[in-house]
């Protein structure tokens, strides 16, 4: 079972850019696809991003599109997401997600193909 620890959450001003980290630890990380969610309160939990098993197949919801880059390095168990252009509405926990490999999927932007969790990253843009 794979357990997922995200950083690099912070404050910035408009316009700046923050670079999220998600390591994974206790499975075989290249055997998940991954993906990035984020959550305000009293707001559903929604998608972000998402990447399959080697990186070269990416999705994106359509607000981070051009701004937001997901990656992974699998010698190093590590998912990132670079934000660039942040804007106010980015504000969220962010937090990283993997894919039940038993699913059969291979990249996703649904939450219910997600079985782990990290504990989320706070992000906050402020105008």
């Known amino acids: 079972q794979v357990q997922l620890v995200e950083s690099g959450g912070g404050l910035v001003q408009a316009g700046g850019s923050l670079r999220l980290s998600c390591a994974a630890s206790g499975g075989t990380f290249s055997r998940h696809p991954m993906g990035w969610f984020r959550q305000n309160p009293g707001k559903e939990r929604e998608f972000v991003a998402a990447i399959g098993l080697i990186g070269s197949r990416t999705y994106y919801t359509d607000s981070v599109k051009g701004r937001f880059t997901i990656s992974r390095d699998n010698s190093k168990s590590t998912l990132y997401l670079q934000m660039n252009s942040l804007k106010p509405e980015d504000t969220a926990v962010y937090y990283c997600?993997?894919?039940?490999?038993?699913?059969?999927?291979?990249?996703?932007?649904?939450?219910?193909?997600?079985?782990?969790w990290g504990q989320g990253t706070q992000v906050t843009v402020s105008s």
């Open positions: 997600a993997a894919v039940d490999p038993a699913r059969g999927v291979v990249l996703s932007n649904m939450r219910h193909d997600y079985a782990y």
